[in-house]
T-cell receptor, first 111, second 114 residues
Framework: EDKVVQSPLSLVVHEGDTVTLNCSYE??????LLWYKQEKKAPTFLFML????IEKKSGRLSSILDKKELFSILNITATQTGDSAVYLC???????????FGSGTQLTVLP | DTEVTQTPKHLVMGMTNKKSLKCEQH?????MYWYKQKAKKPPELMFV???????INESVPSRFSPECPNSSLLNLHLHALQPEDSALYLC?????????????FGPGTRLTVT
């Protein structure tokens, strides 16, 4: 059975801290790994990682994939209260239409 | 423009009602999806349409009936739902082709079944 596991399940930090969120996966016919941020409603797309070892970066957020060890990390530096959200890791497999999500990491950034 | 719109935002319906959820995108995407998300849980895939044809049905009960009338529009028809069907229903879309391509989500419809 396919599995996408995120850790930690929740995290509370103070503004300015750096956080690392983890995602490990076991899926058949892996195509790519995606990170989303979900606040109140729609998950907002952050990154898609297909190749191992290539870092994707957007402002204070960055992510990298290790296809040998089957995991990815999402780093957020200099956190702000606006970063508070659930961060979802998801894997595309097979025909690249089926997105399987992990349970998410609830990040709370305190002022 | 990476916008997917969904209507209505909220819906309350009785178990004997028939209602429909609507999703629209104008990004030229030819793959569209329905997901169900319960509180404090991740989204779960329900249906996938590719080039307006149903390509994946994740063993969803027949009281949920999807429809893709054209490349921009996706509907989810609801009939004889149960209280446990109350959830956030998310629509998503992605580019056509072999991919892989990221999926863009709409804001969702919060459904309550009474």
């Amino acid at each position: 059975e396919d599995k996408v596991v995120q850790s930690p399940l929740s995290l509370v930090v103070h503004e300015g801290d750096t956080v690392t969120l983890n995602c490990s996966y076991e899926v058949t016919n892996f195509r790519s790994l995606l990170w989303y941020k979900q606040e109140k409603k729609a998950p907002t797309f952050l990154f898609m990682l297909t190749s191992s070892g290539i870092e994707k970066k957007s402002g204070r957020l960055s992510s990298i994939l290790d296809k040998k060890e089957l995991f990815s990390i999402l780093n957020i530096t200099a956190t702000q209260t606006g970063d508070s959200a659930v961060y979802l890791c998801a894997v595309l497999k097979g025909s690249a239409r089926q997105l399987t999500f992990g349970s998410g990491t609830q990040l709370t950034v305190l002022p | 423009d990476t916008e997917v719109t969904q209507t209505p935002k909220h819906l309350v319906m009785g178990m004997t009602n028939k209602k429909s959820l609507k999703c629209e995108q104008h990004m030229g995407h030819r793959a569209m999806y329905w997901y169900k998300q319960k509180a404090k849980k991740p989204p779960e895939l329900m249906f996938v349409y590719s080039y307006e044809k149903l390509s994946i049905n994740e063993s969803v009960p027949s009281r949920f009936s999807p429809e893709c009338p054209n490349s921009s529009l996706l509907n989810l028809h609801l009939h004889a739902l149960q209280p446990e069907d109350s959830a956030l229903y998310l629509c998503a879309s992605s580019r056509p082709g072999q991919g892989p391509y990221e999926q863009y989500f709409g804001p969702g419809t919060r459904l309550t079944v009474t």
